[in-house]
């Protein structure tokens, strides 16, 4: 996994923590146990730290970089999901980032709250805990339930028994020509 060094800050990852090989990590990130980071993934944090926090997974392609705020925080049990860009915010316990999903500057996404595929939430919105929010920008659409309150629940779990496969099933295989 490529981990940088920036101006003296290195990213710290707990053993119990997986990281993708192809996910790089740069600057003071920090990734607590069981939190996973996958394939493709950036976390730069050169303007501001980012911590990520226990049982967190942050998908394939995602982008996190830390703002100039205090902390950009991936909190326990969050999903930030495929391809979803989180720039200077705080993600609470167990809420879901949905697939291509934009979080900016000073926004709070509450606990187990879901940002829907797609939406963009603005710089300093704050969703509250539970809610469901879409669109862009987006707007607040009502509380998480039925299947989606089901995933946001569930997701956390998923996602660190399926770290946990990777981490024993993944091995490189060689090129073709290079065998």
């Given amino acids: 996994m490529p981990l940088f060094s920036f101006e003296g800050r290195a990213p710290t990852v707990s053993p119990g923590a997986w990281i993708a090989p192809t996910a790089t990590l740069v600057g003071d990130v920090r990734v607590e146990a069981e939190a996973s980071i996958w394939y493709g993934a950036v976390l730069r944090a050169d303007f501001g730290p980012i911590l990520v926090r226990r049982g967190a997974n942050v998908q394939d392609g995602s982008v996190l970089h830390g703002g100039r705020d205090p902390v950009t925080e991936v909190g326990e049990g969050v999903t930030i999901g495929h391809l979803c860009v989180v720039h200077g915010a705080v993600v609470h316990t167990e809420a879901l980032i949905g697939n291509g999903a934009t979080v900016l500057d000073g926004a709070i996404v509450g606990p187990r709250a879901l940002v829907a595929a797609g939406a963009t939430v603005p710089p300093g919105m704050e969703i509250p805990e539970g809610m469901l929010a ?12 039925g299947g989606a309150g089901q995933w946001v629940a569930a997701n956390p779990r998923v996602y660190r028994e399926l770290a946990r496969r990777h981490a024993a099933g993944v091995f490189p295989v060689p090129e073709p020509g290079q065998q």
Avoid at 134 to 145: K, Q, S
């Fill in 134 to 145: 879409v669109g862009v920008p987006a707007r607040l659409a009502g509380p998480v339930t």
